[in-house]
């Protein structure tokens, strides 16, 4: 045992000095947000000499940061919604109907997982003024929605394909409906699923910035990554102001994740394993 | 229970946000105006509040965009048959790619008889290279100078330099005295075509030059060319020793901050340097010329245009404001307001440093690359930005960025064909 | 279970019992009766309809239309003649634009190959040592996965603040710690700056691949191992012939999603470096050189969405034929598993 201990510590150091790397630039950057231009520069490293708030409330107001976070809440949760609602009922009918074409439209889907839907940004701006979507949040849910399907078909039908085969017989020779089949048997069991479907999605959803650039003119309609980006570009000079803007910007997000890492971490296991 | 609250909230959130937007106002005409001058906001503000209370049929808003994502806004609202009414357009070959398919509307000087007494040079940049029409109504004419801190310069006991030995010298001199001579940086290729456009033309020889290039009697492998390329490398030893990092912002804050007496830059400087630091005593010098004595040569551009989306449903009201934007009320209120040369003929310069950048366009050369070769892709500029960055890291010799920027140009401009 | 999850599934159910016919009166014995198969039929058309619809409409279409675009002859933006393989041609034939070509996919791949040994081998090692349950594992991992929720609107301009060359604390860290000679402008000197940037990509997603991997280890019967054991193998002889061959899936996973990721590669090089991949195209990628030639440089303005377009093909070939591949390998791989 006495033997072990020089692996252990080593192993320890590996990992903390990891962790430190992870950490110590969201340290700085929430500590330098609280100070003045002058003193980043001057005193990069150490605690603000003052505990300066007001950049945090410049920020807030001049960037119009609780609009802006509530519409990329909105768009979000719709956009997931419709992802996880589609998706699970594709993800079924590929996953356990046998049918001429199965694999055809399977592979379909998974072609939208490797390419860019930003190569189609051309078209698709007119596609959403021809559906008078444009300058609305739909535009964005449609949009994030339909790129967000692939994933949740490959992930979905990957689980519902593994579920034992005699689940839905069983209930079929018990009456049930098709529907019911779905919702009442086979969907409580792909649960674990819908979470990483929701995960894998959720974090590029909230943090894109290109199409609400290109789709959204409104201010009162911009998401959260395109308000702060335009917010960076105005204050690109004063350090303190963009410190305090992305420790804003990132705290949601973080907070959600200290909240439910255990879950995120939990889905993109299952995710992995399973894929 | 708490499920259904949830979707309860969301329903709740989504019904509230997904409000068609506010429905066009009744009576008065509203026109937008998009830009990509967002830092000018606040000064067109007041100036279309001006044409409001003349015209109060009309409403306009000005809606400014970042300047990286304009032209991807801009492009594909256009092509989608929407955009603003009032466009806020580049000149030369940026107006071209806007203007030869279809989406601006062509002006006459029946419509702005204004523009009659703009100079030549100035409707040059408002022009479809393919027909010879207008498109706009040019803003502001921008020049190429190296701004100094007089406090610095005073401090290291150097003058303005008059020839380009003296330069060197001054340089020299600053770094010795441990001020870093020049404020810029490598990292953004334009700032290095920037740069470019002051060193340049009193090596090669000005608007001699530019003709001949234009009309294809030399090529960018001129030895007249490439050897004033040379010249630029000769600074490299006065910039942040890590100025290939130094990008826009951090080379507007070295001088800002007094960490850098001198800054290559255009005039449209001014205003901002003004604004943000009023303690700041600067003014600007051209380019030195070789020897002393000598006249130097200074670029300068047509900095945009003011046009109307050919698509517009209030044809008639967007031409009022075009035309506004022509008179000399206008461009006085631009001059005054943003520090920056307005291109109406005929605008009193009150600002000293501006006044300076005016005397110095008594010998005044186009902007090469901007005025001569962005009409098609690949652009000279595009060419010549990257090449540049090439040459101040150390990767290629001036001899090479002559003959990248011709062989480049040479896929769409005739003339430079084979050689 | 997340909020979102349970919303979702909720309001699916709640959305079943308005809009489709009861499920249950399917089989009716009073309307005239449907054949078993018409109904499955129908139903099916029904579950897949939705998700197939909206894909097609709102990407499989406007990708095709942007293809297509690749045909046509482009004045600005605006489209006139149909013109073949001739914006092809140009795109091949033409200086600088078949070597920015090459330039750009040679980046690709060296990102792809870098982040497949910086990243994913560093994710694994940490997988390695987090699977021996060393105190604070959870800790850890949950640290470690931590920038892979940021933006990358956020990463990216933290770091650029982090390594400019005058302000940042990179290069004063490094002065500090008496290696002021190692200071350098990261990100404006050709040489450094695709590295750097990639390395920051690594930084964002290391905690992706660190936890699919430990994820495969976990997966690793215990019996095996303590079999290996009792053999009296060291644990490098266990992690070399047990957990390696059956970490397998795990890395096909991580080796589709880095070669994905890599190709696909635009935001943080858009965010730190501008859309022209300076400097001199040292960070240009194929997406960029896209959207540059689709949209225009940021000060000319100048657009040829005829090439554009054909690079957007290139591109669709390049991700389509290792998809496929991708898809084939995983089938069968499912198929061995079954």
């Known amino acids: 045992m006495t033997g072990r201990w020089p692996g252990k510590l080593a192993t320890q150091a590996v990992l903390l000095a990891n962790a430190v790397l992870v950490l110590a630039p969201m340290v700085i950057m929430a500590l330098s947000a609280f100070k003045s231009t002058r003193e980043i520069f001057q005193n990069p490293f150490g605690l603000p000499v003052v505990w300066r708030l007001e950049n945090f409330s410049r920020v807030w107001v001049e960037a119009r940061f609780a609009l802006y976070f509530r519409n990329s809440v909105v768009v979000t949760l719709a956009s997931l919604l419709i992802i996880l609602v589609f998706g699970a009922m594709a993800g079924y009918a590929l996953g356990r109907v046998r049918f001429a074409g199965n694999d055809a439209l399977y592979l379909y889907f998974l072609s939208g997982l490797m390419l860019p839907i930003r190569l189609g940004i051309i078209p698709l701006f007119i596609l959403m003024r021809n559906l008078r979507l444009l300058d609305t949040p739909w535009a964005l849910i449609l949009t994030y929605a339909a790129s967000g399907l692939p994933s949740a078909v490959f992930i979905l039908t990957g689980f519902f394909r593994a579920l034992p085969a005699d689940l839905d017989s069983a209930a079929r020779i018990d009456g049930a409906g098709e529907w019911l089949i779905f919702r009442g048997v086979m969907l409580p069991l792909v649960r674990p699923a819908l979470v990483i479907v929701a995960i894998y999605n959720l974090i590029p959803i909230w943090n894109d910035f ?45 907070a959600l994740y200290v909240l439910l890492s255990q879950h995120f971490i939990r889905g993109l296991t299952a995710g992995a394993v399973k894929g | 229970m708490r499920r259904r609250w949830l979707v309860g909230l969301v329903v709740l959130l989504l019904v509230a946000t997904l409000y068609p937007a506010s429905a066009r106002g009744q009576g008065a005409v509203r026109l937008t105006f998009w830009s990509w001058r967002t830092e000018d906001k606040w000064a067109y503000d007041r100036m279309i509040r001006v044409f409001e209370q003349r ?62 007494t703009f100079s030549r040079q100035m409707l040059e940049g408002a022009r ?51 001020i870093l001579p020049f404020a810029n940086g490598g990292k953004e290729g334009w700032t290095l075509e920037v740069m470019s456009g002051a060193i340049l033309p009193n090596f090669y020889g000005g608007t001699t030059f530019f003709d001949a290039v234009m009309a294809g009697h030399t090529s960018f492998k001129d030895p007249a060319y490439t050897g004033a390329l040379a010249r630029m490398l000769e600074l490299r030893p006065y910039l942040h020793p ?38 700041l005593e600067f003014d600007v010098f051209a380019a030195p010329p070789p020897k002393a004595g000598q006249v130097p040569w200074v670029s300068s551009f047509n900095d945009g245009n003011y046009g109307v989306n050919a698509k ?53 050369t186009p902007y090469i690359m901007l005025v001569g070769f962005r009409w098609q892709a690949p652009t000279g500029s595009t060419l010549l930005q990257s090449a540049l960055q090439a040459m101040m890291a150390g990767q290629k010799t001036p001899e090479q960025v002559g003959d990248e920027v011709t062989r480049g140009l040479s896929a769409w401009f005739e003339p430079f064909r084979g050689r | 279970m997340p909020g979102s999850n349970r919303s979702a599934g909720d309001s699916a159910a709640g959305r079943a019992e308005v809009a489709p016919p009861a499920p249950r009166s399917t089989p009716s014995r009073r309307r005239p009766p449907l054949s078993l ?106 640290i470690f996965f931590l920038p892979v929720t940021l933006s990358l609107v956020i990463v990216g301009f933290l770091w650029a603040l982090f390594l400019n060359p005058v302000f940042g604390i990179v290069n004063r860290l490094l002065a500090g710690a008496g290696l002021g000679a190692w200071a350098r402008p990261w990100l404006g000197d ?73 190709f696909n590669w ?72 079954a």
Request: glycine share 8%; charged share 15%; aromatic share 14%.
């Open chain 3, 37 to 142: 198969r018409a109904t499955r039929r129908l139903w099916l058309i029904v579950f897949l309809a939705p998700a197939t619809a909206l894909f097609a409409i709102f990407v499989t279409y406007p990708i095709l239309s942007a293809l297509a675009f690749s045909l046509y002859a482009w004045e600005g933006i605006g489209r006139r003649g149909f013109v073949g393989l001739a914006n092809f041609a140009r795109l091949f034939a033409t200086f600088p634009y078949s070597q920015l070509l090459g330039n750009a996919f040679w980046h690709n791949v060296l990102v792809f190959g870098v982040t497949m040994v910086v990243q994913n081998g560093a994710a694994l090692a940490l997988a390695l040592l987090l699977a021996r349950s060393p105190r604070g594992a959870k800790i850890y991992r949950v």
């Open chain 2, 242 to 279: 890590n100025f290939m990092g130094v990008d826009y912002a951090t080379m507007q804050q070295l001088f800002l901050n007094e960490q850098a007496a001198m800054f290559i830059g255009g005039s449209w400087e001014i205003g901002f340097f003004k604004a943000q630091n009023r303690n």
């Open chain 1, 210 to 254: 290109f199409f609400p650039l290109v789709f959204i003119q409104s201010d009162r309609l911009k998401t959260l990554p395109l308000g702060m980006t335009a917010f960076f570009g105005q204050y690109y000079t004063d350090w303190a102001l963009l410190f305090a803007g992305l420790t804003l910007a990132a705290v949601p997000v973080i």
């Open chain 2, 55 to 116: 015209n109060p049929g009309i409403r306009v808003e000005f809606v400014p965009f970042r300047q990286t994502e304009y032209n991807t806004i801009l492009s594909s609202a256009l092509t989608a048959g929407r955009g603003p009414d009032i466009i806020h357009l580049r000149a030369y070959g940026g107006l071209e790619t806007f203007a030869a398919p279809g989406f601006i509307e062509p002006l006459t000087f029946e419509q702005v008889p204004e523009l009659r």
């Open chain 3, 190 to 262: 050709p040489a450094t700056a695709l590295l750097t940037l990639t390395l920051i990509n690594a930084w964002r997603w290391l905690g992706f691949p660190t936890i699919v991997f430990l994820a495969g280890i976990n997966a690793v019967p215990e019996e095996y191992l303590e079999a290996g054991r009792i053999d009296g193998a060291t644990e490098w002889q266990l992690t070399r012939h047990v957990i390696f061959p059956l970490l397998a899936p795990a890395v096909t996973i991580i080796v589709l999603l880095t070669f994905i990721g890599s």
């Open chain 3, 266 to 337: 635009f935001e943080l090089p858009y965010v730190v470096q501008g859309v022209s991949g300076g400097p001199n195209r040292s960070t240009d990628v194929l997406s960029l050189f896209f959207y540059r030639l689709a949209f225009g440089e940021v000060d000319t303005g100048l657009q040829d969405i005829g090439i554009g377009s054909a690079i957007a093909v290139l591109m669709f070939l390049v991700l389509v034929t290792v998809s496929a591949l991708a898809a084939v390998l995983l089938r069968r791989r499912e198929v061995e598993l």
């Open chain 2, 128 to 178: 479809g290279r393919k027909d010879g029409k207008l498109y706009g109504v040019p803003f502001a004419s921008q020049t190429i100078v190296i701004y100094y801190n007089k406090k610095l310069f005073a401090q290291a006991g150097v003058g303005v330099p008059k020839s380009w030995d003296e330069f060197l010298a001054v340089a020299k001199t600053l770094k010795d005295k441990g």
């Open chain 2, 312 to 364: 517009t449903a209030y044809k008639d009201a967007a031409i009022k404001f075009i035309r506004f934007t022509a008179t000399r009320e206008f461009g006085q209120m631009f001059t005054d307001l943003l520090a920056q040369m307005s291109a109406v003929p005929g605008v009193v310069i009150k600002d000293p440093v501006l006044k300076h950048v005016q005397e110095m366009n008594r010998k005044a």
